[in-house]
């Protein structure tokens, strides 16, 4: 515990220093076309996502996602979670190492049209019983703007850590600006696995943006099938900062 409370520390502090921008994108399970920009780094925490599924509720603290910028238009993204269940096991769940590029630039690069990227990469092996193995995931993304919504659509699939058995994924984000540094969000987002009920689910939620550094989120999820858990509450930040100090 003090090693992460020292490494959140550092965070704030280089957050504080720096003045690069937080785009990163919590709370959803799809993504949007944009990459962070060369040397520039997007840290997404979620410090609580509450869970419930078959009466039992799972905690998951912390969970996140790391965004580094390696050259224009390509980013790589390294993510995972930590569980803890009602009998107090503790287990690391969805690491995954991603190259993301920007193949088109659009409305999200300040450009006329529809920006379009593609995020692929290795699902790595968790330490929950059955998925010790390694996947593979792909997915292309689509942003547009039809104003005054921002949508952005997921579609892709892979082969999961267990038996490498092949499945879908499937999303649509859509964001509405209310105020200057307010957004009501809103997510619709399935999976299907061979062998396995299809995971549909929808949330609704809120990012505000005190600063340009930093972004804070809430949201609800519920499930819309039966292989989704009922209801999931998170809530967490966002930090955008140099990887370089003294970096502008």
């Given at each position: 515990m003090r090693c992460t409370y020292g490494a959140v520390a550092w965070v704030v502090v280089a957050v504080l220093a720096s003045s690069v921008p937080a785009q990163a994108y919590r709370p959803f399970f799809s993504t949007d076309a944009?990459?962070?920009?060369?040397?520039?780094?997007?840290?997404?925490?979620?410090?609580?996502?509450?869970?419930?599924?078959?009466?039992?509720?799972?905690?998951l603290v912390p969970s996140a996602v790391l965004n580094f910028g390696l050259r224009r238009n390509v980013e790589l993204v390294a993510e995972f979670r930590i569980t803890e269940g009602a009998g107090s096991?503790?287990?690391?769940?969805?690491?995954?190492?991603?190259?993301?590029?920007?193949?088109?630039?659009?409305?999200?690069?300040?450009?006329?049209g529809m920006s379009v990227a593609i995020e692929t990469g290795p699902?790595?092996?968790?330490?929950?019983?059955?998925?010790?193995g390694v996947g593979f995931e792909t997915i292309g993304i689509a942003s547009v703007r039809v104003a005054p919504l921002t949508i952005h659509v997921n579609l892709g699939g892979g082969l999961d850590r267990?038996?490498?058995?092949?499945?879908?994924f499937w999303g649509i984000i859509g964001e509405l600006p209310v105020r200057p540094r307010f957004r009501l969000v809103t997510e619709?987002?399935?999976?299907s696995l061979q062998g396995a009920r299809a995971n549909n689910s929808a949330l609704i939620g809120v990012i505000w943006q005190p600063s340009p550094k930093v972004s804070w989120d809430a949201a609800v999820r519920h499930g819309i099938s039966r292989g989704a858990p009922d209801w999931e509450f998170t809530t967490g930040v966002t930090f955008g900062f140099a990887a370089t100090p003294g970096q502008r």
């Open positions: 944009a990459v962070a920009d060369p040397k520039e780094i997007e840290l997404e925490l979620g410090y609580l996502t509450l869970r419930r599924e078959s009466a039992q509720n799972t905690f096991e503790v287990n690391v769940v969805d690491p995954a190492l991603f190259v993301k590029a920007v193949l088109r630039e659009g409305v999200l690069q300040e450009r006329e699902l790595l092996p968790s330490t929950v019983r059955g998925d010790g267990h038996a490498a058995r092949p499945f879908g619709i987002t399935g999976e």
